[in-house]
């Protein structure tokens, strides 16, 4: 019963490197959200999904890009990384958007 | 602009006693309230939910009520045990007709139960 996996589960990065987190989930939800969370804040909402081939904005999305080709996938794309993505990253998924978010463990990412 | 506050960053409870966690919120529109409960180095997981339509809703330990004209949810949980030992968000979001429903958390609660 794997749920919401991400990957890696961390990562140092170099200032102006680029790279991919992964998310995948098994459970055929439609919908998935990625999110940001900082010290002492809340979850911040990145981009989310409504189904392959279509995503959309959240609250954050600057300095990110994301694809959705299949149910499953939902990677998240940093570009040019910069100091101000170090930060944990939390994949989620729901049947519904009206309904509750199963989330990943998250990717705890460090940008040097 | 915090459409979701929790005002205590922490809190601490004895094994056994009531913990009760706060979350206040601004947005009158909002339709479904959501608590998730957040162990480290894991991502959160639902705890319990409360429509607006409602003003209780209890699911064995855990009980959440809403009180729409102070815009104000808490969280009870009776009676408190060491593996409650969390932090815990709160969440809401409007429901609308489109199927864009974005939640909006607050910054969390840290509650240690002690022993």
């Known amino acids: 019963n794997a749920g919401v996996t991400q990957t890696p589960k961390f990562r140092i990065l170099k200032i102006g490197q680029s790279m991919t987190l992964q998310c995948t989930q098994d459970?055929?939800?439609?919908?998935m959200y990625w999110y940001r969370q900082d010290p002492g804040m809340g979850l911040k909402l990145i981009y989310y999904?409504?189904?392959?081939?279509?995503?959309d904005k959240g609250e954050v999305p600057n300095g990110y890009n994301v694809s959705r080709s299949t149910t499953e996938d939902f990677p998240l794309r940093l570009e040019l990384a910069a100091p101000s993505q170090t930060s944990v990253y939390f994949c989620?998924?729901?049947?519904?958007?009206?309904?509750?978010?199963?989330f990943g463990d998250g990717t705890r990412l460090s940008i040097l | 602009d915090q459409q979701v506050k929790q005002n205590s960053p922490s809190l601490s409870v004895q094994e056994g006693r009531i913990s009760i966690l706060n979350c206040d919120y601004t947005?009158?529109?909002?339709?479904?309230f959501l608590w998730y409960k957040k162990y480290p180095a894991e991502g959160p997981t639902f705890l319990i939910s409360i429509s607006s339509i409602k003003d209780k809703n209890e699911d064995g330990r855990f009980t959440v009520f809403l009180n729409k004209s102070a815009k104000h949810l808490s969280l009870h949980i009776v009676p408190s045990q060491p593996g409650d030992s969390a932090v815990y968000f709160c969440?809401?979001?409007?429901?609308?007709?489109?199927?864009?429903?974005?939640?909006?958390f607050g910054t969390g609660t840290r509650l240690t139960i002690i022993p």
């Open positions: 999904s409504v189904g392959a081939g279509i995503t």
């Open positions: 947005n009158s529109m909002f339709d479904y």
């Open positions: 969440a809401a979001f409007l429901i609308s007709n489109f199927g864009n429903e974005k939640l909006t």
């Open positions: 989620a998924s729901s049947l519904r958007t009206n309904q509750p978010q199963h």
């Open positions: 459970m055929n939800h439609n919908y």
